[in-house]
């Protein structure tokens, strides 16, 4: 994403299978995903004392929160020497707008380095410090943040939302300042579930039938499941959502097609089928 011309902290999200980051985006259960973090100085002679702040999904309005994976600075320059420090704190860095006190210097936080031995489902939010280095007018640094998604929805929204912003503090001109950057929301898509009920010419529950879903999700990525009816005469498949409308509904055994489908649960975009056998 571009920033060139605008100086300040950007911060954007991708999921895996979204081909760049951007200020949203919809992520399916289990997914991997990240936040990168862009600083971008401007038409300074130079900013120091750069500390980029995230707290960890624990801004706004959330409905769910990712489990936090680690911090990736391949993207720094060779000269930046940063240092991960982390909270277990919630902490709300707006507070710290217009204060002399930077966040990072405040010792109530009881800021921790981030090392390989810490214990990462306790941290709440960071601090990324980029050390000594002094950057020039027009240059950018960019942190990413690694996430995992949880592996099933629990709340009763279609598309819960996980809303999250940056932070940075810095010295420009003698002035030292915190400031926000944007903020981002992550969808998690809720999985749905295809329902079938299968009985006979005379009204008799059939078990034992084996139906088979087959088409592409939304990703493009080949779908082929099968489940077979148990006592009650009922098949499901639970990530029924992820297909599309083309998909094609097999069954071997007799149809009967006033009923095969009529347990189709439609809320979450599963909008048709086609039943062949």
Request: with cysteine.
């Amino acid at each position: 994403y571009n920033t060139s011309s605008v100086s300040g902290v950007f911060k954007r999200v991708q999921g895996e299978n979204d081909a760049s980051p951007s200020l949203e985006s919809t992520i399916g259960p289990g997914d991997e995903y990240r936040y990168s973090l862009r600083y971008q100085s401007g038409a300074v002679d130079e900013v120091k004392n750069i500390v980029i702040y995230d707290n960890i999904e624990n801004y706004g309005e959330w409905d769910w929160r990712g489990t936090f994976k680690g911090v990736d600075l391949s993207e720094l320059p060779a000269e930046v020497t940063p240092t991960v420090y982390y909270t277990t704190q919630d902490v709300d860095f707006s507070t710290y707008e217009g204060s002399t006190t930077v966040p990072i210097d405040d010792s109530s936080l009881n800021w921790q380095e981030l090392t390989s031995s810490a214990d990462l489902s306790t941290v709440r939010s960071i601090a990324i410090s980029m050390g000594n280095y002094v950057m020039g007018s027009y240059s950018s640094l960019t942190v990413w943040l690694e996430f995992e998604a949880p592996s099933e929805n629990t709340t009763d929204k279609q598309l819960p939302v996980a809303q999250n912003d940056v932070y940075v503090s810095c010295t420009q001109n003698a002035y030292t300042t915190t400031a926000p950057g944007n903020d981002v929301k992550v969808k998690l898509e809720v999985l749905g579930e295809l329902k079938l009920h299968k009985v006979d010419d005379f009204g008799n529950l059939m078990e034992g039938v084996e139906f088979t879903l087959i088409g592409t999700d939304k990703f493009g990525n080949n779908v082929n499941l099968t489940d077979t009816t148990n006592g009650n005469g009922n098949a499901t498949f639970s990530d029924g959502s992820l297909l599309t409308a083309d998909d094609v509904l097999h069954a071997r055994g007799k149809l009967e097609k006033e009923l095969v489908l009529e347990n189709m649960v439609k809320s979450l975009g599963f909008s048709d089928a086609v039943v062949a056998v």
